[in-house]
Nanobody, 114 residues
Framework: QVQLVESGGGLVRPGGSLRLSCAASSFISLAFMRWYRQAPGKQRELVAT???????TYVDPVKGRFTISRDIAKNTAYLQMNSLKPEDTAVYYCNLYRAEQNYWGQGTQVTVSS
C-alpha cells in the first residue's frame, strides 16, 4: 500500500501562484505521477502527468501556467501553479499509478478568489 500526502493548497488571489506537493511513502521512479482536480458539482479531471522517464503532459486549460515535476530522491511530486484563475478553484488530488495499481491522496483545497 502506498500513502500519498498532499500539501500546499490555500487561498490565493487571481494571478497568484501556489506549489502543491505530494509526498509518497514508496519510491516513485517507476510510477506515473498525476495531478487531478475536482471542482464543486463537477467530475474529477486530469490536470497533469509526469511519466516514468520524466515526460510531462497537460490539459489545455493549464498549459503554460502549470508545471508538474518530481524529486525522485524525496519520493515527492509537485505542481507549480502560476497565473491562477478563479476557474482553477478545486480540490487537487495526487495520483500514483504503478504496476496497474492506482493510489490517491486525500486532496488539498485550492481557492482562487479576490
Amino acid at each position: 500500500q502506498v500513502q500519498l500526502v498532499e500539501s500546499g493548497g490555500g487561498l490565493v488571489r487571481p494571478g497568484g501562484s501556489l506549489r502543491l506537493s505530494c509526498a509518497a511513502s514508496s519510491f516513485i521512479s517507476l510510477a506515473f505521477m498525476r495531478w487531478y482536480r475536482q471542482a464543486p458539482g463537477k467530475q474529477r479531471e486530469l490536470v497533469a502527468t509526469i511519466s516514468t522517464v520524466g515526460m510531462t503532459t497537460y490539459v489545455d486549460p493549464v498549459k503554460g501556467r502549470f508545471t508538474i515535476s518530481r524529486d525522485i530522491a524525496k519520493n515527492t511530486a509537485y505542481l507549480q501553479m502560476n497565473s491562477l484563475k478563479p476557474e482553477d478553484t478545486a480540490v487537487y488530488y495526487c495520483n500514483l499509478y504503478r504496476a496497474e495499481q492506482n493510489y490517491w491522496g486525500q486532496g488539498t483545497q485550492v481557492t482562487v478568489s479576490s
